[in-house]
């Protein structure tokens, strides 16, 4: 949590943990892989192995790292020239140095699902590793990223909301004039607007900002939502 307050975005966030997990795991690279429109993309990176073998999997799209974006399971690798999963993807960590990995899962189940990949040179390097330490990273990345989405949605629910008042506004001008015109109250106006959108196949706030307009020769004017004290 700590690291969370100090760090200026998500991302800076992730690479503290990348960072804190490759000293942890005493591993030559670690990355934070998330699914981002339907696919996977590594967001962070410490060592210089992780990005080219995240690249890997997802090139062929299998791999460890995929097989706990999409389980929200912990996947470990024992010794790549012994593994049989994966199709060529061990053969190629094994060539790259890398004998043994391991996956955790971040986000699980949601569409921001993701996995924090350890990759080490000896085989069952992570026989020793305090994994409890690691499963905390990756539920810090959970919580932070579950904080930024929770606040994503809070900005897009606000912008609806803004669109949702100006349109009713523009609304309620055009209910206005139509009321004046026609002499007649708040619902038979709604009628007489709402029956003419049909007709013409226009929205409704389409149908009133085209009448304001042409009534004042410049279109409605909207309120606007200012900030709360």
Request: hydrophobic share 40%; net charge negative; aromatic share 4%.
């Amino acid at each position: 949590m700590q690291w969370l307050l100090e760090t200026e975005s998500v991302e800076d966030f992730l690479q503290s943990l990348a960072d804190a997990a490759l000293k942890l795991g005493g591993v030559e690279g670690a990355g934070v892989t998330l699914e981002r429109d339907h696919r996977p993309l590594t967001v962070v990176s410490a060592g210089p192995v992780a990005p080219q073998l995240d690249e890997r999997q997802y090139g062929q799209d299998d791999g460890p790292c995929l097989q706990t974006l999409r389980s929200g399971e912990e996947v470990a690798a024992d010794d790549m020239l012994s593994e049989t999963r994966w199709g060529d993807y061990p053969a190629y960590a094994a060539a790259c140095g890398i004998r043994s990995s391991f996956s955790l899962p971040i986000a699980p189940h949601s569409h921001t699902a993701g996995a924090l990949n350890l990759y080490a040179g000896p085989p069952d390097a992570f026989a020793a590793v305090d994994l409890r330490a690691l499963r905390s990273l990756a539920a810090q990345a959970t919580g932070a990223i579950a904080l930024a989405q929770r606040l994503a949605d809070t900005r897009a629910f606000a912008e609806q909301m803004r669109t949702a008042m100006q349109s009713r506004s523009v609304i309620d001008q055009a209910l206005g004039i139509i009321m004046g015109q026609r002499r007649c109250t708040a619902d038979e106006a709604f009628g007489i607007l709402r029956s003419a959108s049909q007709h013409r196949n226009l929205k409704l706030r389409e149908l009133c900002v085209e009448l304001i307009t042409g009534l004042t020769g410049q279109p409605p004017s909207s309120p606007e939502l200012l900030p709360r004290p």
